[in-house]
Structures are given as structure tokens and as C-alpha cells.
């Protein structure tokens, strides 16, 4: 299995775990020349803005780790897109998805849900 089909794989787990957690998916792989946005989902008067990070089991790192700053500032501005595009007046968070994929089981699980993983920073920040 390729990398990029291990990823889509992953963002197929979070999806069916935000849906069995009362989430209704907005969006899926929103994307502008600003960035992506892996899953875009509501629930009450939260719009979750998720980043999806898929890991072999085993590996070095957690995938959390793999969400630098870079990525977060483009997540949070193709966010801001996003929500004037559709006029949207919910409350954003940033959240990230950890799965983990066991080889030997061919299983997906996932293994962290980290609501609000981060923010905008700075003194001019929208949300």
C-alpha cells in the first residue's frame, strides 16, 4: 500500500469517527492556493477545521508531530477561506485526527482525537 492511498485510508477513519461522534462532514478535502483542509465537520455551534495524520504503527514520531507551523498557518488562513466563501457563523477550531494503521491487521483506528490542537497566533488574528 502506497503512502497516499495509507492517507485516504486515514481520513476515511476519522470521518467515520467524527460521524459516530454526533459530527456532520461539511467538507472533505477543501483545497485553494492558500492550502487544504482534510476534513471540514460541524457540531452544535462548532465548525472543526481537522487535520488528519496517519501513521504506520511503529513509527518514530506521532503524527501530531508532523503538523508544523507552516502547515498550521495554512490550515488556519484556507480556513478563513473557507468560512467567507460559505458565510459561515460558527465558532472554528483547529483540531488533529491521529490514526494508526497496523499492517499485519490491514486495521485503521483512531488513536487521538486532540480538539483545539492549536490557534492563530499573533496580535491580528481572526479567530
Do not use: W
Request: with cysteine.
Amino acid at each position: 500500500m502506497t503512502r497516499e492511498e495509507i492517507g485516504h485510508l486515514g481520513e476515511d477513519r476519522a470521518q467515520k469517527y467524527l460521524l459516530r461522534n454526533n459530527y456532520k462532514i461539511a467538507d472533505t478535502n477543501f483545497t485553494t492556493n492558500l492550502g487544504e483542509v482534510d476534513i471540514i465537520a460541524t457540531k452544535n455551534n462548532i465548525i472543526a477545521f481537522v487535520e488528519v495524520k496517519t501513521r504506520v504503527v511503529g513509527s518514530f514520531t506521532r503524527p501530531v508531530e508532523a503538523v508544523s507551523r507552516s502547515k498550521r498557518n495554512k490550515i488556519i488562513r484556507t480556513a478563513q477561506l473557507y468560512m467567507m466563501r460559505n458565510y459561515v457563523k460558527l465558532q472554528p477550531r483547529f483540531d488533529i485526527c491521529e490514526v494508526t494503521y497496523y499492517k499485519e491487521t490491514e486495521e485503521f483506528k483512531v488513536t487521538n482525537y486532540i480538539k483545539n490542537a492549536f490557534q492563530q497566533e499573533g496580535s491580528y488574528a481572526a479567530f
